[in-house]
């Protein structure tokens, strides 16, 4: 998953509606489900809200139990927020909803304290700006580095649609700053993938040397 994005409904709200049921666990494990308030009070919550490490089979599956909404769930009236991991994966976010940021924007966040709602153990872009007339990047290094001990890189820049300069190769995964040989531009989109997955998709602010 290059950029997760996390929904927040409202619990209550979506309990309380017509058929509505609910699991006490994952439910391709083909376990029960419930639509009764005896039922509801069955469900191990300290399982289901169990934070940290463990190897019991049980709590495991008691952290995927599931509410089952029949047919579609609306986002409006339930959907609360739309949770991001950084600013920028928001900026990407924004960026790729297009007119429909209008409408959504006010309930798009970033998680506000690390590691409340994302592991962050992955490989992903911190901030981006332009230092010495190049590109730089600031990464958040991965739990598991990749094998190659390079990070593969792929940058696009597009003005009105056409390419004006793109970037394609690899640094070193030991490195947690990076200095591509692009031009500042103050217009256009910026594509940037690392290790083939989109790590950030917007325009870079020419106001600014560094984003963050």
Known sequence: MSIPVM????APSILALKGVGFSRGKLSRKIPVGFDNDFFQSINFGGVYHDGPTRDETIQDHRMAEVVVPDQLPLRPHLRKVICRTALERRTLLHRLGRQATDLSSLIVV?????????HKSLYVTSVGFQEGKLRLDLHAPKDPPRSGQYQTEITHKVDGDIVQE????????????LLP???RPHGIWTIRLEETLAYEAPIPAETSVIR
């Open 7 to 10: 929904l927040a409904f409202d």
């Open 167 to 178: 970037w394609h190769g690899g640094f070193p995964a030991t490195w947690t700053t990076a």
């Open 182 to 184: 692009l031009r500042d």
């Open 111 to 119: 998680e506000q304290i690390q590691q409340s709602c994302f592991l």
